[in-house]
C-alpha cells in the first residue's frame, strides 16, 4: 500500500509561488495521487489529482517525477487565504477498482506570510 | 460551498448514548464516504458506501455502524459513546469510486462532543 511523506511545515511569501513536495516512493503503477487542502476544520478541499502527466487547474499544478516516487504542488501566487493544512494522498485497494481508499497523513500545514 | 450537506453541526452528548449523523451527498454522486478527524490529527476513513453497498471500510470501530438509503443520503450511527469519540465527523461524496480519479467533496462536518 502507497504511502506519502510530506514536511509537517512550510513559510511562504504573499505573493510568491508555494512549492510543496510529498513522497511516494512505494506508488504502484495505477494510483492516484490526490491533493486536497483543510482551512481551519472545515470540510477538506480537493484542489487536484494526477497519474502520470503533469496537471494543471485554476487553482494549483501538479508535478508528478518521472518515476512517480514524489510529486509537487504548485501555487502559483500564494495568498493569505491559502495558509491551510496541505494533504498528499494515494488511493489503497486490494481489488482493481474497488474497495480503494485514501490514506491521510499529517499533511503539510503552509502558512502565507504577508 | 461544496453542495454535501452534513446535519447536525453541533452534537453534545453523554457517554453510553447512541447518536445518527446525516449526510446528503452531491446531486449525481454515487458514493459517500464517512470520515473521523480527532482534535489535531489527519482524517481517518471509517467507510464507503456506493449506490447503497457497502464498497470499503476502514478503521470503522464495531460500535459503529452506517448505510446508504435508496435516495443516497447516508447516516452514520455511533453507539455506546466514549471520550475518544469526541471529533469531526466528515462525510465526502463522489461520482464514483476514487480508483477510477474521482475527486470527493466533503461537506462541512459535525462536530462531537461526549462528556
Known amino acids: 500500500d502507497a504511502k506519502t511523506t510530506q514536511p509537517p511545515s512550510m513559510d511562504c511569501a504573499e505573493g510568491r509561488a508555494a512549492n510543496l513536495p510529498c513522497n511516494h516512493s512505494t506508488i504502484s503503477g495505477n494510483e492516484y495521487v490526490y491533493w486536497y487542502r483543510q482551512i481551519h476544520s472545515q470540510g477538506p478541499q480537493y484542489i487536484i489529482h494526477g497519474l502520470k502527466n503533469n496537471e494543471t487547474n485554476e487553482m494549483a499544478s501538479l508535478i508528478i517525477t518521472e518515476d512517480r516516487k514524489s510529486s509537487t504542488l504548485i501555487l502559483p501566487h500564494a495568498t493569505l487565504r491559502d495558509t491551510a493544512v496541505y494533504y498528499c494522498i494515494v488511493r489503497v485497494g486490494s481489488r482493481p477498482d474497488s474497495n480503494y481508499q485514501l490514506i491521510w497523513g499529517a499533511g503539510t500545514k503552509l502558512i502565507i506570510k504577508p | 460551498d461544496s453542495g454535501v450537506t452534513q446535519t447536525p453541526k453541533h452534537l453534545i452528548t453523554a457517554t453510553g448514548q447512541r447518536v445518527t449523523l446525516r449526510c446528503s451527498p452531491r446531486?449525481?454522486?454515487?458514493?459517500v464516504y464517512w470520515y473521523q478527524q480527532s482534535l489535531d490529527q489527519g482524517l481517518q476513513f471509517l467507510i464507503q458506501?456506493?449506490?447503497?453497498?457497502?464498497?470499503a471500510k476502514g478503521n470503522i470501530l464495531e460500535r459503529f455502524s452506517a448505510q446508504q438509503f435508496p435516495d443516497l443520503h447516508s447516516e452514520l450511527n455511533l453507539s455506546s459513546l466514549e471520550l475518544g469519540d469526541s471529533a469531526l465527523y466528515f462525510c465526502a461524496s463522489s461520482v464514483g469510486n476514487v480508483g477510477r480519479g474521482n475527486e470527493q467533496f466533503f461537506g462541512p462536518g459535525t462536530r462531537l462532543t461526549v462528556l
Open positions: 458506501y456506493y449506490n447503497g453497498e457497502e464498497r
Open positions: 446531486s449525481g454522486d454515487l458514493s
